[in-house]
């Protein structure tokens, strides 16, 4: 299941970029939820946010994206060294697991597994850089 998707813009386009998606988005009911480091990271979404705007002007990635770790039941193959299927995630150990897989399979650190209070309570994450370049994280979202 994904948890959140995370785009980053430059510094110079942000406060548009912001603007855009709150009005095309509104329509769906998202808004401004969270707004953290001086506006330069800001979180939309309905209830909670799911839909994050980034300024960087060092920006790596153009965007990223989190598999929440705690709502599988089964455990499935991963489908290819991608990680475009994550399977099985429960719990921190498999947030950890999927993170080796990602560096087996050609991925890149991006940051180790751990807690990261910022984000809320129980919040633990381990991310990498995809083949081509992408941010992605595993999550488990526990309390």
Known sequence: MLDHFSIYTSAALHEATVAFYLAALAPLGYQKIVDILDGQVVGL???SPDFWISSDNNVVTNAHFAFRADELEASLPVADARLTSVSG????STVDKCYAKGLETGGR???KPGLRPQYGPGYYGGYLYDP???GMEIVHRGV
């Open 45 to 47: 979404g309905v209830t």
């Open 89 to 92: 995630l429960k719990d921190q």
């Open 109 to 111: 650190d991006n940051g």
């Open 132 to 134: 081509i370049g992408n």
